[in-house]
């Protein structure tokens, strides 16, 4: 099967303002939000990008959506780079690719009702207005918000955090997109709202049969929609392996840690002390070789040498760890 | 108990009416224990524990019940004396109410020379051990907070809570805004200060995860009201109130089996209509006529629930694990 | 719950504009500073409408007695309500049609700032870059500019008319709404709607005037308010001090001329005190409009 997005040694440095011996030794600090990814998203994929704060998944996610542009490296998307995408062939590209936020009360424009918000994507497409009410009709179908006339003449401030997100999915899915971005999707809502939204989120893709990148930091809920899951860490994509590998039999030290780290619902759980050291370091400065070395309990000299390459280990499982 | 929550009524008054935020919750807190104060938004749970600290919103005042503390009853004028003396409090905020233009020493020595009666010295020595106690190195206690991470501004202001020596210690959301490896460290030294002090802690969570692994007692709030409390391992294994069915099943656990999750539908009632009855009865599907009257909590020793169809309590709780069960309310909750 | 054959299509897909334009004419309704402000500025604009009745004698015609001589320094009576200048001019006519001025100045002022100002903090604040660059260092050079010798100076090049003087006042005064515009540009531009609307294919040009103008108009309002004021102000200052346009009657030409015949030292409170009066009411309203406006659209503003 083809791959639908493929990212080669993606870099996205964000420049931090100088100090004055910075400006004078000539030196550009900058933060290395992205240090060199390289994966592919196959058609009809569902991949998660798990991390914590500051691994680089949401500028990951923008990238993937050209919300901004990488300093170095290529991005492709159905075989054309999208670098150069300009005109009409970049508005082809927004009806393909769309993005679910995390936030469904700031990801509608407060002074627009319901409707107005969804029509939105159709307007600028140039859609003929005439197929405007199906395709939003539909569209409402999709994430189960039948009766509409109780939704269209409303404003966000009127809805739930759950029928919201399906406001904004409706949104993301009205031009019948090939590849769907989700930033977090459940994070800001009641834990009983979730599951219904990632049950919405699992059905949505079956259906229309979409290429979907989930980013989250929640390894927990992950697993209940991809079947492979990338590992990241300062920038890096540490491991790359189906789900239920990462989580059963995690073989990057920080992949361990992150999994030994989440709580469960079951008082006898473990509550052995991580493996793991010390905390995140300055994402201006990573270590050098594995950025993970100062807070692995197997760092070798090695480690600080070079930096590991994710390399295949079984099939289908990718490592960037020395150790393998 | 160190702590006992009767029937307490917490009003806000709004534009829209008076919301019974909290509406005949009634807890306890034994020493030296964890409780787990669970629900969704809206449950009551931050009005309570704001409650007991004294520091409600202007709109809102306390309308019924009692709060003891240490076997006295606690109103405005004793709640003032115990603040931050016998009974601290981690907002949810609390990371970014550190005061970013002084030295997080500063303020700590600040905390303990204003209200406490340390002299300057024994406030700086103090301010070592607290570090020590939430795992921070006392060489940070130079730097402003802006220095500090995420994980290590809630150990701070954990230590600020834990100055003056309290007995009890309000924890609200301290975890929720964090990075999971972060948390589990911050839990970590929750547990380590409950058992190096003896400490008692509320710990406010929507997280039933974070119950399990760090809390000893768990108290399940709906609506304003306590539906259910127990032993934490008798509530997760064998919950007898079907809220806490359907949020069981609502959590994903990484490590078990089973690849579903199931949403309980529906939302919680507007708390500004006056409810009566059970107020889960909407979303419940096994709600039935005898769940509109009002009714006390049943249970044997110390697990407890508001259910008023507590001696079924097994039978609902084998029919909770299956999905279909949620996909339908009751014919009561219907009509 | 059974599915509906069709949608129901709402009648009208609201504008973004109904809810805020809603606010505008609620606010006065709970401020009565504001109100009363309004009501202000009301009077005056009727006055100004109706000048021709209220006082159907030229300003600026020359009176005389009916004993032929000047009507010169008259004090108020029935003939002349606030008596005449020492010219022979009846002031009450001035203060009238002083208004049609004042107004004229106030809301070309308020026009030209709020366009200028709006256009560019939207501009700078969205596109970023080389063009907020340079936009912005213009706006601070129009700052550091001393604001009543700068109006002098160029009523001085380019003649003592009133849209001279209007042109002066705009010029100095759009980087104030400019600045603060930009300012919340720069906040709008990171929400999720907006970053929303690009995902969705909408233009740079409408993501700005669809999604972030309509959060931005309030301000606008707001600084225009402010600018009346200002305006009014600095014209009656540059007639006052003789600079501004002989032509046209305005408050601050009836103050210069009163002060030019000493009607101070001679008593003659009547000439002064009115356009006095006048001016102050004026300013006043405005500021108490744009503080109503101000606690609407600007809530962190209101105190805890």
Not at chain 1, 193 to 209: D, K, N, Q, S
Not at chain 1, 231 to 239: C, F, Q
Not at chain 2, 243 to 250: D, I, K, P, V
Not at chain 2, 261 to 267: D, Q, Y
Request: aromatic letters at 8%.
């Amino acid at each position: 099967m083809a791959a639908l997005v493929e990212l080669r040694d993606v870099v996205k440095h964000f420049p931090v303002t100088r100090s004055l011996g910075e400006i004078a030794r000539g030196a550009h600090p900058a933060v290395r939000a992205l240090d060199g990814v390289t994966f592919d998203v196959g058609n009809g994929d569902a991949v998660a990008v798990v991390g914590e704060s500051g691994c680089g998944k949401t500028t990951l996610g923008r990238l993937m959506l050209k919300l901004a542009e990488p300093t170095g490296g290529a991005i492709t998307f159905g075989g054309a780079p999208m670098a150069g995408l300009t005109g009409e062939r970049l508005r082809d590209f927004r009806r393909q690719a769309q993005l679910v936020f995390q936030n469904p009360f700031d990801a509608l424009n407060p002074r627009f009702t319901i409707y107005r918000a969804v029509v939105e994507p159709l307007i600028n497409a140039g859609i003929d207005k005439a197929e405007h009410a199906d395709r939003v009709a539909s569209a409402f179908r999709r994430v189960h918000l039948a009766d509409f006339d109780r939704y269209f003449d409303r404003y966000p401030h009127q809805l739930s955090g759950g029928q919201l997100q399906r406001v904004v999915m409706a949104r993301a899915l009205v031009l019948g997109p090939r590849f769907l971005v989700a930033d977090e999707p459940v994070s800001m809502l009641d834990v009983s709202v979730r599951a219904g939204i990632l049950a919405l989120l699992r059905e949505v893709r079956e259906t229309m049969g979409l290429t979907a990148v989930y980013i989250s930091h929640d390894l927990a809920l992950v697993r209940y929609l991809c079947e492979r899951t990338l590992v990241m860490y300062l920038g890096r994509v540490v491991e790359d392996a189906p789900t239920e590998e990462i989580v059963r039999r995690p073989r990057h030290p920080y992949t361990k840690a992150l999994v030994a780290a989440v709580p469960v619902p079951d008082p006898d759980q473990s509550r052995a002390p991580l493996p793991i050291k010390g905390n995140v370091p300055d994402a201006r400065e990573p270590p050098s070789g594995c950025s993970f070395r100062d807070r692995c309990p197997h760092a070798m000299p090695r480690c600080a040498a070079e930096t590991p390459l994710l390399r295949s280990t079984a099939s289908g499982h990718r490592v960037a760890c020395h150790l393998d | 108990m160190i702590l006992e929550v009767d029937k307490l009524q917490i009003h806000y008054s709004t534009r829209d009416g008076t919301a019974r935020a909290v509406d005949g919750a009634s807890f306890t807190v034994p020493e030296g224990r964890i409780v787990g104060l669970v629900g969704e938004s809206g449950c009551g749970k931050t009005t309570a524990v704001r409650a007991i600290m004294g520091v409600l919103a202007e709109n809102g005042r306390q309308a019924g019940g009692r709060v003891v503390f240490k076997g006295q009853a606690m109103d405005e004028a004793t709640t003032r004396k115990l603040r931050w003396r016998d009974i601290a409090y981690v907002p949810q905020s609390a990371m970014s109410s550190l005061d970013p233009v002084y030295t997080v020493g500063a303020q700590l020595v600040e905390v303990m020379t204003k209200r406490g009666n340390h002299s300057r010295a024994s406030a700086r020595a103090r301010s070592v051990e607290l570090f020590d106690l939430v795992g921070l190195n006392e060489r940070r206690l130079a730097d402003y907070p802006h220095q500090f991470s995420g994980g290590m501004r809630q150990r701070a202001a954990i230590a600020m809570a834990l100055a003056l020596e309290p007995s009890l210690l309000l924890a609200d959301e301290p975890v929720t805004a964090l990075d999971v490896i972060v948390q589990r460290q911050i839990l970590d030294v929750l547990r380590s200060l409950q058992q190096r002090l003896h400490l008692s802690m509320v710990l406010v969570t929507h997280d039933i995860s974070v119950v399990a692994y760090l809390c000893d007692e768990v108290v399940v709030m709906y609506a304003g009201q306590v539906v259910e409390s127990g032993p934490v391992r008798d509530v997760l294994a064998r919950p007898r109130h079907p809220y806490t069915m359907g949020l069981r099943n609502a959590f994903p656990d990484l490590l078990s089996d089973a690849l579903e999750l199931v949403p309980i539908a529906g939302s919680p009632p507007d708390l500004r209509e006056p409810l009566s009855g059970c107020r889960f009865v909407p979303r419940c599907p096994f709600a039935q006529p005898i769940c509109g009257i009002d009714a006390a909590m049943s249970g044997n020793g110390d697990h407890r629930s508001a259910c008023r169809r507590d001696s079924e309590a097994d039978t609902l709780r084998t029919a909770a694990l299956d999905p279909r069960t949620w996909q339908r309310s009751s014919s009561f909750a219907m009509s | 719950m059974a599915e509906r054959a069709d949608p129901v299509t709402p009648a009208r897909t609201s504008w973004p504009l109904l809810p805020v334009l809603r606010r505008i004419v609620a606010m006065p309704l709970k401020d009565p500073f504001a109100f009363t402000g309004i009501l202000i500025y009301v009077l005056f604009a009727l006055v100004a409408l109706f000048a021709d009745q209220l006082a159907p004698i030229d300003p600026m015609e020359i009176l005389f007695t009916k004993a032929g001589k000047l009507a010169a320094n008259v004090p108020p009576g029935a003939e002349f309500p606030l008596g005449t200048t020492n010219l022979g001019r009846d002031i009450y006519a001035q203060l009238v049609y002083g208004t049609r001025s004042a107004l004229a100045v106030g809301l070309s002022a308020a026009i030209i700032v709020s366009t200028v100002g709006t256009i560019v903090g939207l501009v700078a604040g969205y596109f970023g870059g080389a063009t907020d660059a340079v936009l912005m260092r213009i706006a601070d050079m129009a700052l550091s500019l001393p604001f009543l010798p700068f109006v002098i100076v160029l009523t001085g090049f380019l003649g003592a008319s009133t849209s001279n003087i209007v042109l002066a006042v705009a010029l100095l005064l759009w980087p104030n709404s400019a600045r603060v515009i930009r300012s919340q540009v720069l906040t709008l531009r990171e929400r999720a709607y907006v970053e929303a609307a690009r995902v969705t294919g909408a233009s740079a040009w409408r993501i700005l005037f669809v999604h972030i103008a309509p959060n931005i108009l309030p301000l606008s309002f707001v600084y225009a308010a402010i600018a009346i004021g200002w305006a009014i102000i600095t014209e009656a200052s540059v007639s006052f001090l003789g600079f501004g346009d002989s032509g046209s009657v305005s408050w601050g030409m009836m103050l210069q001329d009163a002060f030019a015949s000493q009607a101070l030292s001679r008593g003659q409170y009547a000439w002064f005190v009115p356009p006095g009066i006048c001016i102050v009411l004026i300013v006043v309203a405005g500021f108490f409009i744009s503080r109503g406006y101000e606690e609407v659209f600007m809530p962190r503003l209101r105190g805890r």
